[in-house]
């Protein structure tokens, strides 16, 4: 395999990851990100000068509806469902942090 990662290679990935690895799992992360990396080299020699984009949501099919802005409910009927409310905003348990 070409251009191989080292071990040393993976020891400072791994330190930016924040990660400890044992001997045996970088000998093993530098063979798969090498694998990956070879990949990579493959996709980017061929030529996809001929085909069309692909990177559209629709189907080329009108929509059912027209994507037209409308108004939408007002705070109130928003908050009318809400279990806990304050000061017109939702009010819902911390769930990260100290409480």
């Known amino acids: 395999m070409p251009?191989?990662?080292?071990?040393?290679?993976?020891?400072?990935i791994a330190a930016l990851a924040h990660l400890a690895l044992t001997d045996e799992e970088t000998?093993?992360?530098?063979?798969?990100?090498?694998?990956?990396?070879?990949?990579?080299?493959?996709?980017?020699?061929?030529?996809?000068?001929d085909v069309p984009p692909t990177c559209s949501t629709s189907t080329g099919l009108s929509p059912e509806r027209p994507d037209l802005p409308r108004p939408s409910i007002g705070r109130?009927?928003?908050?009318?469902?809400?279990?806990?409310?304050?000061?017109?905003l939702f009010r819902v348990p911390r769930v990260l942090g100290d409480a």
């Open 27 to 49: 000998a093993l992360y530098a063979r798969q990100l090498t694998r990956i990396l070879d990949y990579a080299r493959q996709i980017a020699e061929l030529d996809f000068r």
């Open 76 to 88: 109130d009927a928003a908050l009318s469902n809400a279990p806990d409310a304050a000061s017109g």
């Open 3 to 12: 251009d191989d990662l080292t071990a040393g290679d993976v020891e400072r």
